[in-house]
Structures are given as C-alpha cells and as structure tokens.
C-alpha cells in the first residue's frame, strides 16, 4: 500500500506543478524509499534492476527535481556525490573522517544550537539537513591506545 500512495503522492505533486508523472520519476522515488541513504550511483543501480535503459543523467535530473518538489533530500556526508534520502528520513549524520562510518542521532541533540543560533544571529538552523564531520567514538580509542 505504501507504494500506491507513492505513486499517487507523486502524480499529485507533479500535476499540481503542471508536470506529468514518468515511470522514471516513480522508479527513482521507489529507489530513495528503499535504499534510505543512496548515492545517485547507488539508486541508479537499483534502478536499473527493473529499467535498464535509465541512465545516470536521468537519475541525476530527476533526483534534483524531487528535490526542489521536496520529495527528497540530499546530504553531503563527505567527499563526492551527496547522498539522497526521503523528506520524511529526519536526522543528523555524524561523518567520521578517518574510517568513513556514518552515525544517526536524532535532530533534537541540536535544539540547544539552533536556539543559540536563532537568539544571536536570527539564523534558523535545519538541522535535519545536515552532517557533522569528526572522529568516531573506535578511532578516537584506536588513536589512544597508539599513544
């Protein structure tokens, strides 16, 4: 059933902007849905397990037009192409630069930033668009047990 108001969530959307809904455009979503976080390589791939013809310039295209309808969201979770997931998908990515892992943790552990930010610069923080980059807890201990 979730993929029926996908679909129709979609077709509205787009018909409401005077666009028309693609079997492409469905594929893509159905991908970012799936996958959670994907590169546009990734979803791309899952793509073309039913559609083989799709190419990466399609995914990109239509990735940045679900974008701006706010369908989906990108994240830049490090070097190289952002990582897309579901409006709905609501967190804040901890990056660790030495080993790569990505951690979630909820959006609200920042609430007392984006007040701070809010009261001092009238700057209003979306914090669930957003990746923190550092030094995970395993290698802040690996580098540690070096010294």
């Known amino acids: 059933m979730a993929g029926v108001e996908t679909a129709r969530g979609l077709r509205k959307t787009l018909h409401d902007r005077g666009m028309r809904m693609t079997p492409q455009r469905q594929l893509v979503l159905d991908a970012v849905r799936s996958l959670e976080h994907a590169t546009p390589e990734q979803i791309c791939q899952r793509v073309q397990e039913t559609a083989p013809t799709v190419n990466i310039t399609t995914i990109y295209r239509t990735l940045d037009l679900l974008d701006r309808l706010g369908l989906v969201r990108h994240?830049?979770?490090?070097?190289?192409?952002?990582?897309?997931?579901?409006?709905?998908?609501?967190?804040?990515?901890l990056v660790c630069h030495v080993c790569g892992s990505i951690q979630e943790i909820p959006c609200e552990l920042l609430d007392p930033l984006v007040g701070t930010l809010r009261e001092r610069d009238g700057f209003e923080l979306d914090a669930s668009h957003?990746?923190?980059s550092g030094t995970c807890r395993d290698c802040l201990k690996q580098e540690q047990e070096i010294e």
């Open 75 to 93: 994240t830049h979770l490090g070097h190289g192409a952002p990582s897309y997931s579901v409006e709905d998908h609501r967190h804040v990515h």
């Open 130 to 132: 957003l990746a923190l």
